[in-house]
């Protein structure tokens, strides 16, 4: 499904490759860090099956703007401590979120992970189609889900 790269962020964390794959595959802890740092994840929404065919699922709570951000998709590979693939839909219709068909517009996702010493490494990619600014806007709201989950590994254990 690869379609053109949209944006790719990535950073190194002072945790163990474990504890970051942990952090990014547990839906207990997705729930903890998955969203921007100036919004939180509505509770209760995080499903990770994580394994070929899996679900995951998110949604993050945008209400302060009239709306939540509600995200699925499917795992189609699964490398533990190495990589992660999935379809990524998106809707702000809660109908949508709760249906969650394979069959919605979606982009693809591909998480890299890597051990470097004492410290890992996670590079997040989105391949799909929009345009250069909203591509722009999900690079930056990334980056942002990126320094929560710094935030979150720095105060968890």
């Known amino acids: 499904m690869l379609q053109g790269l949209l944006y790719s962020v990535e950073r190194e964390f002072d945790v163990s490759i474990e504890r970051l794959w942990q952090a990014w595959v547990e839906a207990k802890q997705l729930e ?5 740092t100036f919004l939180s994840v509505v509770p209760n929404s995080a499903v990770s099956q994580t ?4 679900q995951w699922a998110i949604a993050v709570d945008v209400s302060a703007n009239g709306f939540n951000a509600y995200f699925w998709g499917r795992y189609s590979v699964v490398e533990p401590h190495k990589k992660l693939v999935h379809t990524l839909c998106y809707s702000q219709d809660e109908a949508d979120f709760i249906a969650r068909s394979d069959d919605a517009p979606a982009h693809e996702i591909v998480i890299d992970f890597e051990r470097r010493g004492d410290s890992s490494w996670v ?12 591509a722009e806007a999900s690079r930056e709201g990334m980056e ?6 710094k935030r979150y590994l ?3 254990d």
């Open 32 to 36: 903890q860090w998955y969203s921007p």
């Open 51 to 54: 394994e070929v065919g899996g």
């Open 123 to 134: 590079r997040f990619s989105q391949f799909g189609e929009m345009d250069e600014e909203q």
């Open 144 to 149: 942002s889900y990126l320094e929560n989950l």
């Open 154 to 156: 720095a105060t968890s």
